[in-house]
């Protein structure tokens, strides 16, 4: 089992930093330079985490997630409609729900804000595990992201 947490301290956000790494940079081979961006420090971010990891959080003051967390999402303030990004899992946690459970931890968070839709660029080998969470492919036509095939996808909240 895992849970979601906000990131709230630049160490958890590090965290956050380091598992984005090893999925996009190490894994897919993407340029490592381009994953923390200009937008990076406006968004809102979360991590995936072993339980006991924040079972433990909850009853310390001091973040200490460094090397546990198992995967990211952030949440792109983008007006009027925020994107989500940045998903990851990491390869050995995939499979358990983790994915879905970051996606479901920003469409509370938006709706908390008073958005009523979220905007994604899935990667094209991803299209599916977000139709199943509910998203919608905007634009049948892919389009390149960073030398990879890319589509327009968003999802009501309401």
Known sequence: MATVKLVTTPEELKEAHRVRYLVFAVEQGFDASIDVDEIDPKCTHWLLLPEETSAHESSTTASNVSGSAMGTVRMVPTEPCPSLGRLCVLETARGMG????????????????????????????????????????????????????????????V
């Open 98 to 157: 983790g994915g879905l459970k970051l996606v479901q931890a920003v469409h509370e968070h938006a709706k908390s804000k008073g958005f009523d839709r979220l905007q994604i660029h899935s990667q094209y080998d991803k299209v599916d595990f977000y139709s199943k969470a509910g998203y919608k492919v905007d634009d049948p036509e892919p389009f390149d992201e960073e030398g990879m095939p890319h589509f327009h996808m968003s999802i009501d909240l």
